[in-house]
């Protein structure tokens, strides 16, 4: 126990070093790639902020198949940008105990894309990927009125820790604004969390316990396996972030 405690606290003091220079972000993005050159990154620069930075928030290009975006509005919510759908968003880091929310971010067709579904994709960057002991998770908060066969509202996904590209196929919406497409947030988790609700807990635990040696659901090292070195982990936040 004490080996898996004294491992488990290394892997806490690395992850709070690298917090000092957060530089981590996920790539999303309308159309099968999902993650081409035209995806959009949602995550933390060492110079973010959670307003409005001219260097590092970008809004969208237009004349696309579709997008992608995350809307900000000038006065709402401290915002101090202009208004618009912004395509990059990245922020200041994110304290391994709390989670961090982007949105709204709406996803939405062209008038000119004409196939009847359209795929909505997410992928950690390769190279500046988030930690592998966070998970992130997105969540369908509305669908354009009028569309059958849709996810239900409240869906959550989690997303890969790992490079592997997350696809979603949805009933295309063209809406004339972009604030009419599908609504989702995105959120970072804190360490240790893997239901999605901010709190380290039982039912954490109990998620790891059915992948231990079995998957990598319960990974939070990295390495695939979820074992010892991940309880460690989990146990470690245990509690964060719960009333
Ligand atoms: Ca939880
Ligand atoms: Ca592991």
Redesign the pocket.
């Known amino acids: 126990m004490r080996a898996i405690v004294s491992s488990a606290l290394a892997l806490l003091c690395l992850a709070q070093a690298a917090l000092a220079s957060d530089y981590w972000f996920y790539r999303y993005a309308f159309g099968p790639e999902g993650c081409g050159c035209n995806a959009g990154h949602l995550g933390a620069h060492p110079a973010g902020t959670d307003d409005y930075d001219p260097a590092l928030d970008f809004p969208f290009f237009s004349q696309e198949e579709g997008y992608a975006a995350v809307y900000h509005e000038q006065g709402v919510n401290g915002w101090t940008g202009p208004t618009d759908f912004y395509r990059h968003d990245l922020r200041s880091g994110v304290p391994i105990d709390q989670s961090k929310t982007w949105e709204p971010v709406y996803v939405w067709a062209s008038d000119f894309f004409e196939p009847e579904t359209m795929i909505f994709g997410m992928q950690p960057h390769p190279n500046l990927h988030p930690s592998t002991s966070r998970r992130w998770f997105l969540t369908l908060e509305a669908v354009p009125q009028g569309v059958l066969n849709a996810p239900a509202v409240g869906t959550r996904w989690m997303l890969p820790s790992n490079y592997d590209l997350f696809l979603l196929e949805l009933p295309t919406v063209r809406p004339a604004d972009g604030r009419d497409g599908y609504r989702f947030s995105v959120k970072i988790a804190p360490v240790g969390d893997l239901t999605g609700d901010d709190c380290v807990d039982q039912a954490d635990l109990g998620q790891l316990l059915a992948a231990y040696g079995v998957s990598a659901n319960g990974?939070?090292?990295?390495?695939?396996?979820?074992?010892q070195?991940?309880l460690g982990i989990l146990l470690s936040a245990y509690g964060n972030g719960c009333e």
Not at 219 to 227: A, E, M, P, S, V
Request: hydrophobic share 25%; aromatic share 10%.
């Open positions: 990974d939070f090292t990295g390495d695939g396996i979820t074992d070195a991940d």
